[in-house]
């Protein structure tokens, strides 16, 4: 039991930290240029529809969400 609270301890830690750091990327504006705007970024606009998913930036994002978690599981 107080093994299992530790490990549940660690983890929220490791994601309040990942949070803040996340959010303060976010403020500071990192990625503005770029973020969302990868090659492979679907974008299709015809007369007053315009449709955008980022799907490069989401494979990008949870692939280095997954080395997070990964990291700090070892």
């Given at each position: 039991m107080d093994r299992t609270v530790n490990e549940l301890g660690k983890m929220l830690f490791v994601i309040?930290?990942?949070?803040?750091t996340i959010g303060l990327l976010i403020w500071?504006?990192?990625g503005r240029g770029w973020?969302?705007?990868?090659?492979g970024d679907l974008h299709y606009t015809k007369g007053n529809f315009t449709f955008?998913?980022?799907i490069v930036t989401c494979?990008?994002?949870?692939?280095v969400l997954t080395l997070?978690?990964?990291l700090t599981r070892k």
């Amino acid at each position: 039991m107080d093994r299992t609270v530790n490990e549940l301890g660690k983890m929220l830690f490791v994601i309040g930290i990942t949070m803040a750091t996340i959010g303060l990327l976010i403020w500071t504006g990192f990625g503005r240029g770029w973020l969302g705007r990868l090659p492979g970024d679907l974008h299709y606009t015809k007369g007053n529809f315009t449709f955008h998913f980022p799907i490069v930036t989401c494979l990008l994002v949870s692939a280095v969400l997954t080395l997070v978690i990964w990291l700090t599981r070892k």
